[in-house]
């Protein structure tokens, strides 16, 4: 789910040792960047056109060392959104497939990995977006930003947590109620 995508940004930035001064954007930062990949179900191909397992993960090794050479607010959160987008395009592989009812296994695209130029299969380790143990995560990753991070930012992590029951809820029937959100 994009809320669990979101909090456990956030998550693995509040567990970083931070300077205070920093730790609020950053977060906020990671908890934006765990989201922007999913901006692809509006615009392009899902889990492909912003969806950057590799690159990502690659930018984020210079971004880091900026961070740490010209720490500031914009370096910083520059690190944690492409952090965030990294862990959402990588943690993507791990979930189910792309198919609107991805319980089912027929779908062989879990994310597209341009360096390979070729999909990486769904491994499942989450069912599917919107399975029981999605919700788990999410609500692990709110517990961890509830007990390390900011006011603005533990209202943020506490906010998802009603979307996401209400996704886990619903998205078996979602296929049939509505066909044009999960296609
Ligand atoms: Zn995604």
Do not use: N, Q
């Amino acid at each position: 789910m994009v809320t669990t995508h979101a909090v456990m940004g956030a998550a693995l930035v509040t567990l970083l040792p931070l300077s205070p001064r920093f730790a609020g954007v950053a977060a906020l930062a990671a908890f934006c960047g765990g989201v922007f990949p999913d901006l692809d179900l509006l615009v392009g191909e899902h889990r492909r056109t912003l969806h950057y397992p590799d690159y990502y993960a690659l930018c984020l090794v210079p971004l880091v060392g900026l961070a740490g050479l010209r720490t500031h607010a914009l370096t910083v959160g520059l690190a944690a959104f492409v952090g965030a987008a990294a862990l959402h395009s990588i943690a993507d592989a791990f979930g189910g497939g792309l198919a609107p009812r991805p319980w089912l296994r027929d779908d062989h695209r879990g994310v597209y990995c341009r360096l390979g130029r070729r999909w990486l299969h769904p491994r499942h380790w989450i069912r599917w977006d919107g399975a029981p143990e999605d919700l788990a995560l999410c609500g692990v990753c709110v517990c961890v930003v509830l007990f390390g991070a900011d006011r603005p930012i533990r209202l943020l992590a506490v906010a998802t947590l009603p979307v996401s029951i209400a996704y886990t809820l619903l998205r078996k029937r979602l296929p049939d109620l509505a066909p044009w959100l999960v296609e």
